[in-house]
């Protein structure tokens, strides 16, 4: 799995009597994991592969490329990729969205997208987080074992949420309307924050992932104490191995407010920075 990455990942491999195997998202490999450091004796091992693209939290897009040599791994070591395609559709260029899993394996000839398993939701794409509405695709094989769990191990959606989910997955401009508030609100807080400290427009996605000039959990620490601004320290969404925290010294910014209050969040962090 992808480090720094969504903490349900890690928590359901270990419910599974699963090791979590982190591969370490850096600026050196553009916040994408380096997949061919991966040991032919550890491909053998794993049975699920955790695919986050575009990332959480770097807002790192996986490219087609990988994604096929990916599929070719999975039928070669025999396990299956679950990909979270959550933010697949917060993007900033509107003539090259990112590749999704299903589309790189039809790509590749994999028309039956064998062990390929994706996941969506309108939390998103559609601002309705509380909705607790998507869905998963992919392989059919997988998928038939999967609604035998989810049968016995989840809760039936109300009708009035089935509802509003169909009104939303059928309407693309809300969606259109939300990337273009996401495009402004990136360009006016980097032209707020990129001349004190390291920070840039990511791939896609919502955050802002930046370098802090002191410990983040310290910087996060005085952020709120000093300035009433909640951001999150990476170093709380990594873990530590070998290569160390890719996650230290870093904070996660969402960019979910209105404009304005993202200006003046921006302003308050800018101010802290400037008396450390």
């Not at 490329?65 to 070669?76: C, V």
């Not at 693309?172 to 990136?186: C, G, I, P, S, T």
């Not at 370098?211 to 709380?236: H, M, Q, W």
């Amino acid at each position: 799995m992808p480090n720094p990455f969504y903490q349900i990942y890690e928590g359901a491999a270990i419910l599974a009597g699963a090791h979590p195997y982190f591969l370490n998202c850096t600026a050196d490999n553009n916040f994408v994991p380096d997949f061919s450091s991966v040991s032919a004796e550890v491909w053998d091992r794993c049975q699920l592969l955790y695919l986050c693209s575009p990332g959480n939290p770097t807002g790192a897009v996986i490219d087609q490329a990988t994604l096929t040599n990916l599929i070719e791994l999975a039928h070669q070591h025999d396990f299956i990729i679950a990909s979270d395609e959550c933010y697949s559709e917060i993007y900033f260029d509107d003539a090259q969205s990112p590749v999704g899993l299903l589309q790189a394996a039809i790509a590749a000839g994999y028309t039956d997208s064998s062990r390929c398993v994706v996941f969506h939701s309108l939390s998103k794409r559609s601002n309705a987080p509380g909705l607790r509405s998507g869905f998963v695709a992919g392989d059919a094989k997988v998928l038939k074992d999967f609604l035998r769990y989810r049968t016995y191990h989840g809760c039936a959606m109300p009708p009035a949420t089935q509802s509003a989910s169909i009104v939303a997955w059928n309407d693309e401009d809300h969606v259109a309307y939300n990337r273009q508030l996401y495009r402004e609100k990136f360009k006016a807080v980097l032209a707020i924050l990129s001349p004190v400290m390291n920070v840039s427009l990511p791939e896609a996605g919502f955050y802002l992932w930046a370098e802090t000039p002191i410990s983040d959990t310290e910087f996060a620490r005085r952020l709120f104490d000093e300035k009433n601004v909640t951001v999150l320290p990476g170093s709380f969404l990594a873990r530590d191995n070998d290569n160390g925290n890719p996650g230290s010294n870093r904070i996660r910014m969402a960019l979910v407010a209105p404009i304005e209050e993202c200006i003046n969040a921006a302003h308050r962090i800018s101010d802290l920075i400037k008396n450390i």
